[in-house]
């Protein structure tokens, strides 16, 4: 199986971490998008209320999960009412994206669209289950084609550009029209700075009808909750049954200290609030010393990086970053159009950001 799939991109990245390693003050490492900051204790609290669970765990969810995650994108994001069984918890959205083409059934005959710019899971999830695949931003693009998936992405990681209402409604309106389902990965839509990100689910785009649209949500970045690997999928009711059927039989089930984890951060909004404000505060100090040693920083308005370029490789601007004890990820991890830039991410303590933003300075 693992003859299936690409080097993974960060092995590929471990000599440039040792460079920045070895600065006297550490590594500023700002290449993967990992939270650093505290879980909100009610979350916490929930988590370890629910430890006594000796049996196993709904795959479906508990129905207090099911109504928060119901109730919360609603109020959160202005997606659709949602039926009950329209909703399912996963095992972090990496894990659901990795998987769903198998999950789904799709082959070899079969056809799965990702952006030119994407996260790697993509693909890698196409080549688990044998299916082919092309990138594309543009439904012209795609001539004749019919796909069996379409991925979407927005805000998208790494290059934080947000697709407008137009643009997902045209998505949506010509995969209906041929079959294909889409999946908008919508991990970052309560991290909007310079545009207002939408979901799928929005009845501006879908126009109030769930039908061949699933949206995919996680708690890793808004609730810091990237360790009890804690997602969600809704949408298309009828694919969501499906999804629910195999993965009963496959075992995968969220535990249910984390659905208990879940519930509580779903349910009151403070706690993301808070941290989109850190998030935001990272954001300006990190644009401004970029953009000062001579960086241009491009789309960016929303999600948790900064996808920025100096005009040269990424792998150049890897190394000149990598001299001053800062780590970053090389846009060619996302494809061939990455090839002149890097992915900074927001996700380091605030000491780490102003050690990053002094030694811009120098």
């Known amino acids: 199986m693992s003859s299936l799939l690409p080097e993974f991109p960060w092995d590929t990245i471990a000599e440039v971490k040792v460079t920045a390693a070895a600065?006297?003050?550490?590594?500023?490492?700002?290449?993967?998008?990992?939270?650093?900051?505290s879980v909100a204790p009610p979350i916490r609290e929930a988590l370890s209320a629910a430890g006594d669970l000796p049996g196993y765990p709904a795959t479906a969810g508990t129905p207090e999960l099911r109504l928060a995650i119901r109730e919360s994108v609603t109020r959160r994001y202005g997606v659709i009412p949602l039926a009950d069984n329209a909703v399912l918890p996963?095992?972090?959205?990496?894990?659901?994206?990795?998987?769903?083409?198998?999950?789904?059934?799709?082959?070899?005959?079969?056809l799965i669209v990702i952006p030119e710019l994407a996260y790697p899971t993509y693909e890698v999830g196409a080549r688990l289950a044998g299916v082919p695949t092309v990138r594309a931003d543009s439904l012209t693009q795609l001539g004749p084609q019919h796909p069996a998936l379409i991925y979407l992405n927005s805000p998208s990681n790494p290059t934080g550009a947000v697709l407008p209402v137009?643009?997902?409604?045209?998505?949506?309106?010509?995969?209906?029209?041929?079959?294909?389902?889409?999946?908008?990965?919508?991990c970052y839509l309560g991290l909007g700075w310079d545009a207002e990100p939408v979901s799928v689910l929005d009845p501006r785009v879908c126009?109030?009808?769930?039908?061949?649209?699933?949206?995919?949500?996680?708690?890793?970045?808004?609730?810091?909750?990237?360790?009890?690997?804690a997602g969600f999928v809704l949408g298309d009711a009828s694919v969501v049954g499906e999804?629910?059927?195999?993965?009963?039989?496959?075992?995968?089930?969220?535990?249910?200290?984390?659905?208990?984890?879940?519930?509580?951060?779903?349910?009151?909004?403070?706690?993301?609030?808070?941290?989109?404000?850190?998030?935001?505060?990272?954001?300006?100090?990190?644009?401004?010393?970029?953009?000062?040693?001579?960086?241009?920083?491009?789309?960016?308005?929303?999600?948790?990086?900064?996808?920025?370029?100096?005009?040269?490789?990424?792998?150049?601007?890897?190394?000149?970053?990598?001299?001053?004890?800062?780590?970053?990820?090389?846009?060619?991890?996302?494809?061939?159009?990455?090839k002149e830039h890097v992915r900074v991410a927001l996700t380091a303590t605030d000491e780490r950001i102003d050690a990053a933003v002094a030694r811009l300075a120098d």
């Open 23 to 37: 600065h006297p003050d550490g590594i500023v490492d700002l290449s993967v998008g990992t939270p650093v900051d």
């Open 90 to 110: 996963v095992i972090g959205t990496k894990e659901l994206i990795a998987w769903l083409p198998t999950l789904l059934g799709l082959g070899a005959d079969d």
């Open 166 to 186: 137009e643009h997902l409604r045209k998505v949506v309106d010509w995969a209906r029209e041929r079959g294909a389902l889409v999946i908008s990965d919508e």
């Open 207 to 229: 126009d109030g009808d769930a039908a061949g649209l699933l949206a995919v949500h996680s708690l890793s970045k808004t609730s810091s909750l990237a360790g009890y690997r």
């Open 243 to 338: 999804l629910l059927a195999v993965r009963k039989h496959a075992g995968m089930m969220v535990p249910g200290p984390v659905q208990a984890a879940m519930t509580a951060a779903l349910s009151e909004d403070q706690h993301q609030l808070d941290q989109r404000a850190r998030y935001e505060g990272r954001r300006a100090k990190l644009s401004k010393a970029l953009t000062g040693n001579g960086f241009r920083i491009d789309h960016s308005e929303a999600g948790l990086y900064l996808w920025a370029t100096r005009g040269d490789s990424c792998d150049d601007a890897l190394a000149y970053l990598a001299r001053r004890g800062i780590l970053v990820a090389p846009g060619r991890f996302y494809g061939p159009r990455g």
